[in-house]
């Protein structure tokens, strides 16, 4: 099966094709990305606003297309924060379905962690060890935790790079004022995770936060696959990295790297989460990854395909 697999998220929307053989692994063959930021006010709103909604509507266009031009038997679409929060979700829904030709999901937040976890431990060289995965998204972060490929515990908390910027920080860059709330407020929310007793062999870093993050400390402006996928990066330079971070307008930051485009204003909170959650976790480095939903999202619909 060749999936067209597309993950809306709060900041931006991205899209893997994808091959599936019959030992579910994936053979991925492009990836999309975009950032139309449809969650944009979300939280303070509760709507979708038209812009972004128009925005979404001409990326999904697109991906429609491409999904087209690359053969795909299939094409799924899973939407997660900003869209399930949206109390015009259902209007959003039935546009895309009209005007893309698109059927779009609405994923609960532990089931995006729970696939988040899926999509994480696929890429890992060895997916027999104990994983504690972390996905920072615009509107939502996703904690999961399991040994091999099945979660066993996971949490959806309302923390994102997005929601967090726009409640907090006021200022470019942000206050130490500001900082130091949106710290309080993170590590308050992050208590709903049992960290204290899951003790993990790794932490996997999910999306574009993390990897953005790597590239950073690596020192690259380009973004190459190769370079974020299952690289390891300590506590100490993710603490050294968010230091610079923090006296950086996001003008500066979009210079640091490519991958900081159409980020550049919400990293630094998604930075902070990061941070907290090592902090929290208590574990000296991390492992990132840009195998995100997209591909748990696919592994999953494989699986129900399978099962019929």
């Not at 063959?29 to 001409?58: N, Q």
């Not at 748990?296 to 129900?304: H, N, T």
Request: glycine share 8%; charged share 25%.
């Amino acid at each position: 099966m060749r999936y067209a697999s597309i993950d809306i998220g709060t900041n931006t929307i991205l899209m893997l094709i994808g091959d599936v053989d019959g030992e579910m692994r994936i053979n991925p063959l492009k990836d999309f990305y975009s950032v139309p930021r449809i969650g944009k006010s979300v939280s303070t709103t509760g709507r979708l606003d038209d812009d972004s909604v128009a925005r979404a509507l001409d990326v999904l266009t697109r991906y429609k297309a491409s999904a087209e031009e690359y053969h795909a038997d299939l094409v799924i679409a899973s939407a997660t924060s900003a869209v399930r929060d949206a109390k015009n979700r259902n209007i959003f829904i039935a546009r895309v379905k009209e005007e893309c030709g698109i059927d779009v999901e609405i994923i609960e937040g532990e089931t995006e962690a729970r696939l988040g976890f899926l999509g994480a431990v696929s890429g890992a060289p060895d997916i027999f060890g104990t994983s504690l995965v972390v996905d920072i998204g615009g509107g939502s972060t996703e904690l999961s935790y399991g040994t091999g490929a099945a979660p066993e515990s996971f949490v959806s908390v309302n923390i994102g790079a997005v929601r967090i910027t726009e409640r907090f920080f006021h200022h470019n860059p942000p206050l130490p004022g500001e900082l130091e709330e949106a710290g309080k407020f993170v590590s308050e929310a992050l208590r709903s995770f049992p960290f204290d007793r899951l003790k993990a062999d790794r932490v996997i870093a999910v999306a574009g936060t993390a990897t953005t993050l790597a590239l950073i400390e690596q020192g690259t402006y380009e973004f190459d696959p190769r370079l974020v996928n299952n690289y390891e990066m300590s506590a100490k330079s993710l603490f050294s990295v968010f230091e610079v971070l923090m006296t950086k307008s996001p003008k500066e930051i979009r210079k640091m790297t490519n991958a900081a485009e159409g980020r550049e204003d919400v990293l630094l909170a998604g930075a902070l989460i990061l941070k907290k959650v090592i902090q929290t976790a208590g574990s000296a480095s991390f492992i990132t990854t840009d195998r995100g939903l997209r591909y748990g999202y696919l592994l999953y619909k494989q699986m129900q395909l399978s099962a019929k």
